[in-house]
Nanobody, 124 residues
Framework: QVQLVESGGGLVQAGGSLRLSCAAS????????MGWFRQAPGKEREFVAA????????YYADSVKGRFTISRDNAKNTVYLQMNSLKPEDTAVYYC?????????????????WGQGTQVTVSS
């Protein structure tokens, strides 16, 4: 059984930083794409960033480019999302996801496994 467990969310002031972690277990993720999505109240789930376990290619939504960094630690089967210069509009529940597809997906349907989510709240 695949498990993704996010941690690191919380309340931060605008301009601050948070680092989210996603610990993966249950199988070998060496060929998977790992993604971060977020969902604000009343809005659809949206793509934030993705990384391949192998090769390390990274992808970002335009809204977070230059502020967020996705990275991975293969030895720990963990993916991180470093979030800097946070804005109130970054407030959302952040989800980690794993996808088996050959193409890096930027839509939720491209991912097969999901974590439970972690709340990020940015105050102005």
């Amino acid at each position: 059984q695949v498990q993704l467990v996010e941690s690191g969310g919380g309340l931060v002031q605008a301009g601050g930083s948070l680092r989210l972690s996603c610990a993966a277990s249950g199988r070998t993720f060496s060929s998977y794409t790992m993604g971060w999505f977020r969902q604000a109240p009343g809005k659809e789930r949206e793509f934030v960033a993705a990384i391949r376990w192998s090769g390390g290619s990274t992808y970002y939504a335009d809204s977070v480019k230059g502020r967020f960094t996705i990275s991975r630690d293969n030895a720990k089967n963990t993916v991180y999302l470093q979030m800097n210069s946070l804005k109130p509009e970054d407030t959302a529940v952040y989800y980690c996801a794993a996808g088996r597809g050959l193409v890096v997906a930027t839509i939720p349907q491209g991912y097969d496994y999901w974590g439970q989510g972690t709340q990020v709240t940015v105050s102005s």
